[in-house]
């Protein structure tokens, strides 16, 4: 089992910064990579960035360049540096683990609020 936890969420004005993190714990060696993803009002849950064992990234075309995923201590904890902030990057944002045979697991989610 793989538990996690986001936080960093908040209200931004345009042009700001957030980090989000997302701590881990339980089977973390189970983890194969994690990837954060968003949902705003109305619309699917969309993959944003994604990190991969062997240290590859994933960035969607609307993030690339203005957010970075890194991690810590192996997968213990998974964050995500947002710069230049825009009204469209409001959303709830979750964190996900991809467990290979063992499935995924999904945090609770944290909101980000971009507005002046």
């Known amino acids: 089992q793989v538990h996690l936890v986001e936080s960093g969420g908040g209200l931004v004005q345009p042009g700001g910064s957030l980090r989000l993190s997302c701590a881990a714990s339980?089977?973390?060696?189970?983890?194969?990579?994690m990837g954060w993803y968003r949902q705003a009002p109305g619309k699917q849950r969309e993959l944003v960035a994604a990190?991969?064992?062997?240290?590859?990234?994933y960035y969607s075309d609307s993030v690339k360049g203005r957010f970075t995923i890194s991690r810590a201590n192996a997968w213990n904890t998974v964050y995500l540096q947002m710069n230049t902030l825009k009204p469209e990057d409001t959303a709830v944002y979750y964190c996900?683990?991809?467990?290979?045979?063992?499935?995924?697991?999904w945090g609770q989610g944290t909101q980000v609020t971009v507005s002046s």
């Open positions: 996900k683990a991809d467990r290979g045979d063992s499935g995924f697991t």
């Open positions: 339980g089977t973390i060696s189970s983890i194969i990579a």
């Open positions: 990190l991969t064992g062997g240290n590859n990234t």
